[in-house]
């Protein structure tokens, strides 16, 4: 298929959604919005976590930590000056962060870009370290940052957090920036650059000795994989529109994991597929967590069911389809012609 | 010509290299042959730049490269195919092939070896879209040979090229480096299989634990006694 024909077709794909977003945000109710929203912005976090861990083998925990900066960042740029001053009781906001203001754009952007720094930053030591040590190395960043955010008081306003952060996160833009991930992420990928990935994921040493500069490239996929983890953290400030440090727990990174790991390690697609299935599983299955009552017997609902049985379902697909869902299939129009040919040709 | 002298890599606290000189015409075939943990394979590390901790120099066409990144060393010419295959499972046998000419910028060229390859690898050639973690051991190896050479290196060294292969592969592989050496290629083999590299070498060199016991011409080397008892089961 020629280039220019996928890129009509791409456009009219990302059309036809947009259509069916504006119809979604005129006629579905608002939870069912919300959960919309919430597939976009975990479409995000679990292409930017599988960029680091399923294409470059860099087994990292640390994303929460980045969400929680990008989400700081961002709250701190949109929330007016004068609602500042109000919220911070414990200790007054100090200058400038008291007086910094940006456009929602502008403040995403800026929150990426210092989680990608502070990644960056990071990266620097502990990329030297391998397979399960850099785990618990990052998760120790996570925690470290979480730890920060409640004592730096003056700045984030300790552990009461921000509360009424303007909620500009909306179909729109949660899904500008989730298309925007993937345009990125596949674009990367497809390069030379995302074979050397590949490269150092299968076999660091033979990709070191193929004059592969692995520590440089292992960085940048570490940095933007942290850029789109600080701009997934941003969204989900403005989408739920109150952060506090503990919600950046390490039930947050595992929640993206599991989505990665279901949908298939190194294979986008099956991240956007298992952001959608998984999302709407953790909303569906709350009935579980409910009292049940059959006559006069009463189950009482236990708090926290879901995740046991998401924690089960995770262990099955490791066990029996380590692959993914989708069993490692990557979407392309070439496929998809392949496909509809074939099935043609049977008739 | 490759030269080395005095070089002596450290593992920890072990001490796998103790010294060891030796050296690599342009246009031969040189091979390195001992037994397990001789220090053979630090040997090609040190040269590639893998190993850090080492002292000693190594110098390339009158060029110290002791000190070298590993990149800085292939765009010098000197390439290594390490131990036990190590091709990219999850990469096409094309991609494992193009990153191989990671490198080198001039597409041409690169189309160029690629096709050479495939006519030094037919085999290759009728798998290009497979992946390489679906080839046989033999093809792997192959693979890792063409890979390899897809820098066009002028010195190519081969850790243990023929370890895990059939009898039959085993010779092919001997067959080949014998080719790649007839155009014009300086090849450094490391091998366990004694008799098949004194055969295609011109020169070879012992090494024991960590230091050089013995060097001479590859035929010498054959007709050996302590070389015979020792390598090649007499």
Redesign the interface.
Known sequence: MKHSTKIILNIALIACFGVFLFWAQGNLDGYKVQILNLIAVNTILALSLNLIYGYTGMFSLGHAGFMAIGAYVCAILILPAAQKEMMYILEPVIWPFSVMHAPFFAAVLAAGLVAALLGLLIALPVLRLGGDYLGIATLGFAEIIRIVFTNITPITNGALGLKGIPAYANLPWNFFWCILTIYVIVKLLSS?FG??L??I???E?????????TFRCKAISFAVGAFFAGVGGALMGSLITTIDPKMFNFQLTFNILMIVVVGGL?SITGSVIGAVVITILLEWLRFVEYTVEIGSFVIPGVPGMRMVIFSLVLLLIILYRREGIIGGYEFSWDDLVKRVNARRGRK | MLKIENLKVRYGGIQAIRGISLEVPLGKIVTLIGANGAGKSSTLRSIAGLVKSKSGTISWKEKNITTMLPEEILAQGVALCPEGRRIFPQLTVLENLKLGAYIRSDKNAVEESIERAFKLFPRLKERSWQKGGTLSGGEQQMLALARALMSDPELLMMDEPSLGLAPLLVEEVFRVIREINKEGKTVLLVEQNAFGALQIADYAYVLEVGEITLEGKGEDLLRDERVISAYLGG
């Open positions: 030379n074979n050397c590949r490269a994921r299968d076999d040493v033979a990709a070191k000795a193929m004059g592969i500069n190194g």
